[in-house]
């Protein structure tokens, strides 16, 4: 259980306002950060998070508002997290492959006082869709303002809007003061972002989290060895837990270089491993084979690549990261099992884990976890490599879903173990194996979809009376949605017809794959759609067509 790193220290009272405080009194001069060649120290990240936390002051953000932050990963993403934590708020990142109706349920499911986007990023109009959320509207009470980060920083932002530029250019000094006062009173175990994750209800959910989940990350660079020396290529979404634990947070822990990304390019990826002497990558199995077949086609000297966190146990991915370790040579990956309902790594191997243990688990329960494996029908203990339900114990448990206390309670069962909805078995080795989900999830390229909130919005189409969703294989993705649709009678919807109505609407990688017409769903006696036989029919159809 190898353990080379020194992290930052860690206390029972330590928050995110502290993080780039103590970072930069150990690392103040060292590079901390590359984006788009824009570097910028420990000492910058700072200064510049500290500048956007006045500007927010300035604003008018309170003590525990809600700030949606709905963009891509740019350097101005990671002050953010320290501004809106150092002020007192709280962060809520937006995916930004939502668009109108995924936002417009977000910010107003999280009472947002504040949105910061792009106007335009890439061919997407951001402020296009922004302009359908007006501050102080009927449908968004709580919304007070929209703040624009334009391409051009010379730009003006839109009318009614405040430009990125005047929140992180303030240099008001009146402000300094109240901005501490607001820092020191921020406490462990206040919240301190909330994440939007599908569920089983049919609408995302927020999962609260408090600043505790900091101990956990202390946890994780050690069991990766990270140190100043380090250099770490983060091409995951910010907006997410893995790319927030594995980017930002991981960097202001160890003192390494991170080199942010706003997208993943496995070419460009080799490329910095070669150039700029990476040493740590993560992902999923989609990120990885995409690496294998990049590196295959054109060799790289990948020669400093080190280690990184992946998830790994299913079937699926063991041939995946078997190739990786030939191909990717030297990385040695540590396999990890999380949630953001109970934390990035709840499981995670070590770097002296054998091969076997990385290719068939998810790793060992890390420091302050317990794991249980029940029938999900009897509550029982399964024993060792039988497969049930994954249930956990831990410090490191969501505070709540927001505003959703049902869905809360629904969560936990009556000795308060959180119910994952996960299958998986515990082996005699002490590691987790994660196989799939319980819960008729889709993941989609990395993307958690629930197929409930899909069908709900598909049925808002004139012309359909039904709509089941289920997962298709795919190799690129893992998965994609293939969606059966009933035609309300007299019509004779097409599936381009369908597809249109989901795009620019629902996040792209919601839309169905596929749209399936049938005269009706299969069913069970009690009522139930029957997806199992949908995804039998799926295979058939396109797999002939």
């Known amino acids: 259980m190898t353990d080379c790193s020194n992290p930052t220290p860690w206390t029972d009272t330590t928050t995110l306002a502290d993080l ?41 953000v309170c003590v525990g508002d809600r700030v949606g932050v709905w963009l891509n990963n740019c350097s101005e993403w990671v002050h953010l997290i320290f501004a809106i934590a150092r002020v007192g708020a709280i962060m809520v990142p937006i995916n930004s492959r939502f668009r109108t109706e995924d936002v417009a349920y977000v910010l107003s499911q999280s009472e947002c006082s504040t949105l910061i986007t792009h106007d335009n990023s890439g061919p997407i109009d951001y402020w296009a869709m922004a302009q359908e959320m007006p501050p102080n509207s009927d449908q968004f009470p709580y919304l007070k303002r929209i703040i624009i980060k334009t391409r051009d920083p010379d730009a003006s932002a839109p009318i009614g809007t405040t430009h990125w530029a005047a929140i992180a250019s303030n240099a008001d000094n009146e402000l300094e003061g109240e901005l501490q006062r607001r820092a020191d009173a921020v406490g462990r175990d206040d919240p301190a972002f909330i994440m939007y994750t599908s569920g089983t209800t049919g609408f995302p959910k927020g999962v609260v989290r408090s600043h ?22 983060d091409y995951l979404p910010l907006f997410h837990i893995f790319g927030y634990l594995d980017g930002p947070m991981l960097s202001m822990a160890a003192g390494n270089r991170l080199i942010l990304t706003e997208t993943f390019d496995p070419e460009a990826c080799l490329d910095a491993i070669e150039t700029e002497g990476v040493t740590q990558i993560s992902g999923f199995e989609t990120h990885v084979k995409a690496l294998v077949d990049a590196q295959e086609a054109r060799p790289r000297n ?92 831990s410090y ?30 515990l082996r005699a080795d002490g590691y987790l194996r994660f196989l799939g989900r319980y819960k008729d999830m889709l993941k989609i390229g990395g993307e958690n979809v629930d197929p409930m909130e899909v069908e709900a919005y598909l049925q808002g189409h004139s012309d359909v009376a039904e709509v089941a969703v289920v997962g298709h294989p795919n190799d690129r993705l893992t998965e994609v949605a293939i969606a059966f649709v009933v035609p309300r009678a007299g019509t004779e919807p097409c599936e381009e017809n369908i597809l249109n109505y989901c795009r620019g609407r629902i996040a792209s990688f919601k839309i169905p794959q596929h749209i399936l017409f049938l005269p009706k769903l299969p069913m069970t006696s009690t009522g139930k759609v029957r997806k199992a036989d949908l995804r039998e029919q799926a295979l058939a159809e396109l797999n002939t067509a």
């Open 396 to 425: 490191n448990l969501m505070l709540c879903y927001y505003k959703k206390p049902e869905e809360t309670a629904k969560a936990y069962d009556v000795d308060g173990w959180f119910r994952t909805g996960d299958m998986g078995y």
């Open 302 to 393: 990948l020669s400093t690549l080190r280690t990184g966190t992946f998830g790994a146990g299913t079937a699926s991915a063991v041939p995946i990261y078997q190739k990786a370790l030939e191909v990717l040579a030297p990385l040695w990956p540590l396999t990890a099992y999380g949630m953001t309902e109970i934390g990035g790594n709840a499981c995670l191997s070590y770097l002296d884990s054998t091969a076997e243990q990385v290719f068939n688990s998810s790793g060992p329960p890390c420091d302050g976890f317990e794991f249980r494996v029940i029938d999900p029908e009897t509550g029982s203990d399964q024993p060792y490599e039988t497969p049930g339900e994954i249930v956990v114990k």
């Open 212 to 233: 505790g989940f900091l101990r956990n990350q202390v946890d994780r660079v050690k069991h990766l060895g990270t140190t100043e020396r380090d250099v770490m290529y």
């Open 20 to 60: 780039p405080r103590l970072a930069a009194d150990r690392w103040g001069g060292r590079q901390a950060l590359l984006f788009n060649e824009e570097s910028q120290t420990f000492d910058d990240i700072t200064r510049l998070s500290n500048q956007a936390a006045c500007g927010l002051i300035a604003a008018g």
